[in-house]
T-cell receptor
């Protein structure tokens, strides 16, 4: 079974440009999460989709970030315009609630974003 | 904020057991203890979780104290590839899926 995949693995852009990150969850997983780690900080939650609906977007830093999950499959996270402080590693995770009402989140390898 | 406290770093000799402690004195009755690890430059990797009973899987064992205020992750025979940052996370068991709140974790170094 394929795991969570993310594209691209690395992205280097200039301040003011736009970047779109993509996440493909594990097939059949309704839950999709975005997290990020900025330099020297802890991994922080950004938002959570259940299928195509945003369940919790309390971690989104500002309106320069737009996440979508059309059709409830893959998700994109767009940063427009990018700022220097957006640099970091963006992780995606997916999960499915089991019969025990628990969901274990499985993470992708991350996208390293560098804004110059 | 993370609801757990872990040592900043630990060392372990290759082949020996690595015992990673975690304090979660404010844990609620419906909260599970999860362990993840992050090997350098990779995404966090799920290891194990438990509620109150000890748990074991192919990766590790989780020992939770009777009062549930602390737990220990045990890697029975640590290898160099187990060098990573280990995160202890508490999260609710009901009410739908919940985000993970990562703390600083414990940097485990396995030495040859």
């Amino acid at each position: 079974e394929a795991g969570v995949t993310q594209f691209p693995s690395h992205s280097v852009i200039e301040k003011g440009q736009t970047v779109t990150l993509r996440c493909d969850p594990i097939s059949g997983h309704d839950n999709l999460y975005w997290y990020r780690r900025v330099m020297g900080k802890e991994i922080k939650f950004l938002l959570h989709f259940v299928k195509e609906s945003k369940q919790d977007e309390s971690g989104m830093p500002n309106n320069r970030f737009l996440a979508e999950r059309t059709g409830g499959t893959y998700s994109t996270l767009k940063v427009q315009p990018a700022e220097l402080e957006d640099s970091g590693v963006y992780f995606c995770a997916s999960s499915q609630v089991g019969l025990d009402m628990l969901d274990t989140q499985y993470f992708g390898p991350g996208t390293r974003l560098t804004v110059l | 904020d993370a609801k757990t406290t872990q040592p900043t770093s630990m060392d372990c000799a290759e082949g020996r057991a690595a015992n990673l402690p975690c304090n979660h004195s404010t844990i609620s009755g419906n909260e599970y203890v999860y362990w993840y690890r992050q090997i350098h430059s990779q995404g966090p990797q799920y290891i194990i979780h438990g509620l109150k009973n000890n748990e074991t899987n192919e990766m590790a064992s989780l020992i939770i104290t009777e009062d549930r205020k602390s737990s220990t992750l045990i890697l029975p025979h640590a290898t160099l590839r187990d060098t990573a940052v280990y995160y202890c996370i508490v999260r609710p068991s009901q009410g739908g899926s919940e985000k993970l709140v990562f703390g600083k974790g414990t940097k485990l170094t396995v030495n040859p």
